[in-house]
C-alpha cells in the first residue's frame, strides 16, 4: 500500500521561504518507477501543478513559478522535498504530494497521479 | 498553456439519476486527460485516466469518453456518496486542470 504524507510549517511570513516533505511509505524511492509531483489548492479554488521529480532525477517545474521552486529527493529517506522562495499570501494553500505511475505498456509516465497524500494547509501571512 | 473549460461549474441532480460533465480542451490533449473527484476535506482521487479508464477501485457507474478538446464524465444512477467536485485534468502537455463542477443534491 503506497501512502504519501506531507510535512512542514503551517505558518510562513511573507517574504520568507517555505519547504514542504513529503515521505512516500510502501514503496522504495530508489528503485521504484514513480514519479512524484506537488501540486497546491488555495483555498476554495482550483488545483495547480507545481513540480515532478523522476527516478533518474529529472525534474520540471510549473512554468509560472519556476524561478521559486525547487524539488529533490533523498532516496535513503523515501522522501521529496519542495522548497518556494518569496513566499505571498497568494501562496496559501493546501499543498499535496501525489504519486505519478509508470506505465509498463507504454514504458513511459503517463502524467496524471493515482496516490496523493492528505496536503497540508500552509497559510502565508505576517 | 492549454486551457481547460469545465461546464457546468454546479450541477444539482436527484439521487438516482445521471450526471454528465463536461471538460473542454483550449487546444487538443488526444486521450490524456483524467478526472478526479474531491469531498471537502479531503484530498482528490483519480476516477479515470486515459480519457476513458476507471482507476482502480472506481465503480462502473463511473465512466469517461471523448478525445481530442472534448470530454465527458457521466455517473449513472447518483450515489449519496458521489456528490463531490469534479476536475477534469490534461496531461498531453504538461499540467493543467480543470476549474472544476461541484455536483449538488437537487
Known amino acids: 500500500q503506497v501512502t504519501l504524507k506531507e510535512s512542514g510549517p503551517v505558518l510562513v511570513k511573507p517574504t520568507e521561504t517555505l519547504t514542504l516533505t513529503c515521505t512516500v511509505s510502501?514503496?522504495?524511492?530508489?528503485?521504484?518507477?514513480?514519479?512524484v509531483s506537488w501540486i497546491r489548492q488555495p483555498p476554495g479554488k482550483a488545483l495547480e501543478w507545481l513540480a515532478r521529480i523522476f527516478p533518474n532525477d529529472e525534474k520540471s517545474y510549473s512554468t509560472s513559478l519556476r524561478s521559486r521552486l525547487t524539488i529533490y529527493k533523498d532516496t535513503s529517506e523515501s522522501q521529496v522535498v519542495l522548497t518556494m522562495t518569496n513566499l505571498d499570501p497568494v501562496d496559501t494553500a493546501t499543498y499535496f504530494c501525489v504519486r505519478i505511475p509508470f506505465d509498463f505498456w507504454t514504458n513511459s509516465y503517463p502524467f496524471y497521479f493515482d496516490y496523493w497524500g492528505q496536503g497540508a494547509l500552509v497559510t502565508v501571512s505576517s | 498553456e492549454i486551457v481547460m473549460t469545465q461546464s457546468p461549474a454546479t450541477l444539482s441532480v436527484s439521487p438516482g439519476d445521471r450526471a454528465t460533465l463536461s471538460c473542454r480542451a483550449s487546444?487538443?490533449?488526444?486521450?490524456?486527460l483524467a478526472w478526479y473527484q474531491q469531498k471537502p476535506g479531503q484530498a482528490p482521487r483519480l476516477l479515470i485516466y486515459?480519457?476513458?479508464t476507471r482507476a482502480t477501485g472506481i465503480p462502473a457507474r463511473f465512466s469517461g469518453s471523448g478525445s481530442g478538446t472534448e470530454f465527458t464524465l457521466t455517473i449513472s444512477s447518483l450515489q449519496s456518496e458521489d456528490f463531490a467536485v469534479y476536475y477534469c485534468q490534461q496531461y498531453n502537455n504538461w499540467i493543467t486542470f480543470g476549474q472544476g463542477t461541484r455536483l449538488e443534491i437537487k
Open positions: 487546444q487538443s490533449v488526444s486521450s490524456n
Open positions: 510502501g514503496l522504495s524511492l530508489s528503485n521504484t518507477r514513480m514519479g
Open positions: 486515459g480519457a476513458s
